[in-house]
């Protein structure tokens, strides 16, 4: 019942811009931490940014100075904003909620969305 559906990913040279958006949908009480995800061909998927309900951000070492997460609780969407993008940035872009409830006090699932493809060539 609950869907999050990623959007904003592209083609863009390298020095580019990217803003991804994510937005929870269906019936939601509560989420405690999102974040944004991605998976390299060949390569096992990993953590790029998360933040947590109060607003508390983490990055992974590749993305420090050059992504910022946000969210709007409001809204139960997350965004990346992807800039200075770099060849090894390509890769599919997954967005994360953790920890959704759907009504108080309910049970606590995880859920992903679909992808985003973010490709960086020159």
């Known amino acids: 019942q609950v869907q999050l559906v990623e959007s904003g990913g592209g083609l863009v040279q390298p020095g580019g811009s990217l803003r991804l958006s994510c937005e929870a949908s269906?019936?939601?009480?509560?989420?405690?931490?999102m974040g944004w995800y991605r998976q390299a061909p060949g390569k096992q998927r990993e953590g790029v940014a998360t933040?947590?309900?109060?607003?508390?951000?983490n990055y992974a070492s590749s993305a420090k100075g050059r992504f910022t997460i946000s969210r709007d609780n409001a809204k139960n969407a997350v965004f990346l904003q992807l800039n200075n993008l770099k060849p090894d940035d390509t890769a599919v872009y997954y967005c994360?909620?953790?920890?959704?409830?759907?009504?108080?006090?309910?049970?606590?699932?995880?859920?992903w969305g679909q992808g985003t493809q973010v490709t960086v060539s020159s």
């Open positions: 994360n909620a953790d920890r959704v409830a759907t009504k108080p006090g309910g049970y606590l699932n995880d859920y």
């Open positions: 269906g019936t939601i009480f509560s989420i405690d931490d």
């Open positions: 933040i947590t309900r109060h607003g508390f951000t």
